[in-house]
């Protein structure tokens, strides 16, 4: 279930300049509808929030499931990009739903170190996405066209539907459930925006995430303008960087008890920092594979570290409200990939070296964060 957002952003990466020749749009235009999947996603979850810890996590993931098929189909058939950008918004607000109530299930039914170990298999499995997605959207698009990845997701979903129907219980306890009167939902939303430990945990993970969904969301100008590769070599790119988030997800695994969670953060950041430095002195230089690829994998290996911990963090400000927390996290962070992918990614994508500057200075907001966490009690 944890796959359905990185397949939905990455497996249509390798048809845009296809995308962009059957509508007659720009590449600036085709990445707007990136940036408006996840401005949705990002809104939607504010919503979900709330009806997980009303209605339970399995119903939405159910219901959120179909609207997805629908709006994959959707996006298949469009012939116009106008329509074809509606039904993009209608997959992010659908997708939404899954992230929200599978975070929240992970924590209900965990402690705080077995949520981190849970999560940490859950992000290699999220990880394996990005990486094999491209590497599909370019075989579907090679032998059937840009409209078989769409329909492909909407195949994937009805696939993970029944899984969902068939084996995930309910987790969520009738004790546990909170009401959707709208003044509840206020007021629990109210705590959380002022809740100043919360509010810092989640834009940690927003801008140290958003620094490598840069790379993510302008991976069509890598491939095809800086390293001059083709539609089928988007693996060359993703496949290392999806091995550092593989690995760093298993290492958070192994160190969930034995090392304190904040020990594995801060080994994550420096990790991210080594990364982000290769990645600016690289850049000075002609571009070449091996020497862009691998500070993104260094990167993405403190990412793995990372986003389980910084997840468990985030949940345990609101133990009676996990939902509400978890669509919280969804949406600052879905944000700031928004903002990345219809601002910074234009903006940034004209040299290589623009690209690595914006990486670290999200970073430096990331780390900024954290050094003033312990400052900061609620």
């Given at each position: ?12 990466l390798?048809?845009?300049?296809a995308?962009e020749?059957?509508f007659?749009?720009?590449?600036a235009l085709?990445?707007?509808?990136l940036?408006?999947y ?24 159910l ?11 959707g ?6 990009y106008?329509?074809?950008l ?10 939404s ?14 402690s705080p ?19 094999i ?13 840009w409209?078989?990845?769409?329909y ?10 029944i899984?969902?129907?068939f ?18 939902i206020?007021?629990v939303?109210g705590r959380s925006?002022?809740?100043r ?7 940690i ?15 069509p100008t ?11 070599d ?21 160190l ?7 020990r ?25 594979i ?36 978890s ?6 962070q ?6 990345i992918?219809?601002?910074?990614v234009?903006l ?14 999200l ?10 966490l ?5």
């Open positions: 279930m944890t796959m359905i957002g990185p397949f939905t952003i990455d497996s249509y390798p048809s845009f300049p995308i020749s059957e007659g749009i720009s590449r085709l990445s707007q509808s940036g408006f996840l401005a949705a996603f990002a809104i939607s979850t504010l919503i979900f929030g709330p009806l997980t810890d009303r209605l339970g996590r399995r119903l939405v993931i219901i959120s499931l179909l609207f997805y098929v629908a709006a994959s189909i996006c298949a058939l469009s012939n116009e106008s329509t074809f509606i039904y993009r918004i209608l997959q992010g607000v659908a997708a739903g899954g992230l929200v109530a599978g975070r929240a299930i992970i924590r209900d039914v965990y170190q077995d949520a981190h170990h849970a999560m940490s298999r859950i992000m290699m499995l999220f990880a394996i996405a990005p990486a997605a491209p590497v599909i959207g370019g075989w579907l698009h090679e032998l059937f066209g409209h078989s990845i769409f492909f997701l909407a195949i994937f979903a009805s696939a993970i539907f899984l969902v129907l084996h995930i219980p309910e987790t969520l306890e009738t004790s546990h459930r909170q009401s959707l009167h709208p003044l509840n206020a007021r939303y925006i002022i809740h430990r919360f509010l810092s945990l989640i834009f993970v927003a801008f140290y995430f958003a620094a490598m969904f840069l790379y993510i969301a302008g991976a890598v491939i095809f303008d800086f390293l001059n590769l083709d539609t089928g988007f693996g060359i790119m993703f496949i290392p960087m999806v091995a550092g988030l593989i690995f760093g997800a298993w290492l958070s695994s192994r969930a008890h034995s090392w304190p969670i904040e594995a953060i801060k080994l994550a950041l420096i990790l991210m920092l080594i990364g982000s430095l290769l990645n600016i002195l690289q850049s000075t230089f002609n571009p070449m091996v020497t862009f690829i691998v500070p993104l994998m260094i990167y993405a290996a403190g990412i793995g570290i990372a986003m389980p911990a910084m997840s468990v963090l985030a949940l345990d400000c609101f133990p009676k409200n996990r939902g509400t927390a669509a919280l996290q969804g949406f600052v879905m944000m700031a990939n928004a903002i992918a219809s601002l910074a234009p940034l994508s004209q040299q290589a070296s623009h690209l690595a500057i914006g990486q670290f200075i970073l430096f907001f990331a780390l900024l964060l954290w050094w003033r312990p400052k900061i009690i609620a």
